[in-house]
């Protein structure tokens, strides 16, 4: 997830600092690079980018030394194009008089770049900010004044996105947004080594890059233009270019709390992003052609594996339901380093392997990759840090676009993985990909409706340090999920279980009020209620997760609803309350469930 800053002053000054500092604020959301422009009185514009972090590349680059009235940095989580100093943003218009960055995601970048290109633009990158940059130049080349060429720029980037945007010889910069977080602030900057002082606006992807300078801000909606002047902004409607009267107010947050978006920890907010970031990954898929290339291959493979490990594997078990269920294709899901043994050996160029981490650098799976590739085997990546080892090892890869996930348990990579092999079984089996532009919204209704009776849930059982969550089918998958969450910043024992095994001996184990948790779809319910009753008629305690049902609420303890969905919807949705009820187990026992003890976000060893 990319973060932008723009800054617009009344005097001439240095910059480089500022936009250094800003910088420095965005980089909790992860960036493979970094760069920064100013535009000079003089008609300049100075800029300086390249791949490192934010200290490496401003001191290589000598960004303090940068000065002009105006200024905009930007952070680079690649997602189009590899992570480089051409790639790298803000970018130049054709003839370097107009300068902007943005962040998120253009999904139709590519084939923008293709227009710009036949209508006689300078495309430098394969970027989707430089596409944005292109995308306002048109109209600007075909004389429309700037505001309306940013609206009929607006209608043609599609995607999730905020841009922030500059030229020569015009004292202001413009900033408008699709679905991406945009705030503007407005001040004074102190007068030490400024004398005089002066006024100045912002306007960043992320408050906290603005809090230290100002807290008067205007948050911006979507389909809204801002135009900031050294003093004060305007804000426009993209739809007919008119004013909006919108009245600053004064933020008191403090930095971490609105680092953490609010939320008490960064696994709260994360669980809450996932709407959003299930949105920005099916746009994204989408516009990928990358999507075609691997579906043609894995059609033809005589065996195909997908590969992980933790929740990654998880997703990969999911995978391997949904694309047997709605395609009809076999697939081995496996844990990656149980590959090298058991299917290396007999792997050849023949098959094709889907590689998945979040980290994209889990040495378990680079081993299982490197074998797999000495075997001839076709490899490709899903992974959410682009520039990571697997995605340049990788033949083709997809992103995650989950940005930065900071909290070690992993949630809103894990349901875009999901997501992710979800559209991929769509497209496998010819379906139509618009039935699953519904998740979000039922992601965003299954949170707020589950969250009360989690929290409450997960008070009355936290008492017990062992329990159960069972699942079947791609919920036998979610019911390991949760099973790892919870023991990942409970520290309780929960096993995760294929439902119809717990018979076969954990049954035992129950005793009164042992808590063992269902998670069941509507076709499994009467295979479900079977289980539960094996566990209360024990005096065990069975919360049941499922959309509405009499007979499930009728058998179990406690029945957690979630939204009635498609079949191959329901797996997604489930998951939520288990990461909830994790999370507030974790928080009842005094943890911290963003870094809990002995574990590392990216396992680099064997
Ligand atoms: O980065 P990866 O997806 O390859 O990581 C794999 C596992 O280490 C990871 O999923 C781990 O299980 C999570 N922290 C669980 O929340």
């Known amino acids: 997830m990319c973060g932008i800053f723009g800054i617009v002053t009344n005097k001439q000054q240095p910059l480089g600092s500022i936009l250094t500092d800003a910088a420095r604020r965005l980089t909790y959301r992860g960036y493979d690079s970094v760069g920064a422009a100013t535009i000079s009185d003089d008609g300049t514009i100075d ?15 000598n960004f303090a030394e940068m000065s002009g009235r105006r200024g905009i940095t930007q952070l680079r989580w690649a997602t189009f194009g590899e992570p480089s100093q051409i790639n790298a943003q803000p970018h130049l218009d054709s003839d370097g008089d107009m300068v902007g960055a943005h962040n998120g995601n253009v999904v139709n970048n590519v084939e923008l770049r293709q227009q710009f290109i036949a209508e006689g633009m300078t495309v430098r990158s394969q970027n989707d900010g430089e596409t944005c940059v292109h995308a306002v130049e048109r109209y600007v080349n075909k004389g429309y004044d700037i505001i309306d060429a940013i609206r009929l720029a607006y209608g043609d980037l599609a995607g999730d996105y905020a841009f922030v945007i500059g030229r020569v010889n015009d004292d202001r910069l413009y900033a408008f947004k699709k679905g991406s977080g945009l705030v503007v602030g ?9 004398p005089g002082g002066s006024t100045f606006t912002c306007v960043s992807s992320d408050l906290p890059s603005i809090l230290p300078l100002t807290r008067k801000i205007v948050r911006i909606q979507d389909g809204e233009i801002v135009t900031l002047w050294p003093d004060h902004v305007e804000v426009r409607s993209v739809k007919d270019g008119k004013c909006i009267n919108r009245e600053p ?3 008191t947050e403090t930095m971490d709390a609105v680092q953490k978006g609010g939320y008490p920890h960064f696994m709260l907010k994360e669980i809450h992003e996932q709407p959003q970031v299930a949105r920005e990954v099916l746009h994204l898929l989408e516009g990928s052609r990358d999507v075609e290339t691997m579906l043609n291959k894995m059609k033809s493979a005589r065996h195909l594996y997908f590969i992980g490990c933790g929740t990654s594997y998880h997703a990969c078990l999911a995978g391997a339901v949904f694309f047997a269920q709605l395609a009809g294709r076999a697939v081995i899901p496996v844990l990656a380093p149980q590959f090298v043994p058991q299917y290396a050996p007999a792997v050849s160029h023949e098959d094709v392997g889907l590689f998945v981490s979040q980290s994209g650098e889990t040495k378990d799976v680079l081993n299982a990759l490197q074998i797999a590739e000495q075997r001839g085997m076709t490899c490709f990546g899903l992974a959410n840090v682009i520039g990571s080892t697997l995605t340049k090892s990788t033949a083709c890869w997809l992103p995650l676009c989950c940005g930065y996930e900071i909290s070690v348990p992993a949630t809103k990579t894990f349901t875009n993985q999901i997501v992710t092999f979800l559209y991929l079984a769509y497209r496998m089996a010819g379906r139509d990909t618009r039935e699953l532009e519904k998740i979000p919204e039922l992601m965003g209704q299954t949170l707020e409706e589950t969250a009360p009776q989690i929290a409450a849930i997960a008070g009355e059982i936290n008492r017990w340090n062992d329990l159960y969550c069972l699942g079947y089918g791609a919920n036998y998958a979610i ?9 990942e910043i409970t520290y309780a024992h929960c096993e995760g279980m294929l439902s119809t095994e717990f018979k076969h001996g954990p ?5 009164k009020g042992y808590p063992v948790i269902f998670v069941a779809p509507p076709e499994d319910v009467p295979l479900i209620v079977s289980g539960i009753n094996e566990v209360t008629c024990r005096g065990g305690r069975a919360i049941a997760i499922g959309e509405a049902d009499s007979s499930l609420s009728a058998n179990a ?19 939520l309350p288990l990461q909830l009820l994790s999370y507030h187990m974790s928080v009842a026992r005094g943890y911290d469930p963003d870094f809990p003890r002995n574990l590392s976000k990216t396992l680099t060893v064997d």
């Open 557 to 575: 303890s406690d029945m957690i609803v979630i939204p009635k969905s498609n079949p191959a919807i329901n797996p997604l949705l489930a998951v």
């Open 186 to 194: 407005i001040g004074e900057l102190p007068a030490a080594g400024n």
């Open 249 to 251: 107010e004064i933020v």
């Open 47 to 61: 800029l300086r980018k390249d791949v490192g972090r934010v200290d490496d590349v401003a001191a290589k680059y």
């Open 507 to 511: 049954l035992s184990a129950v005793s």
């Open 479 to 487: 019911a390991l999920e949760g099973a790892l969450k919870l023991k």
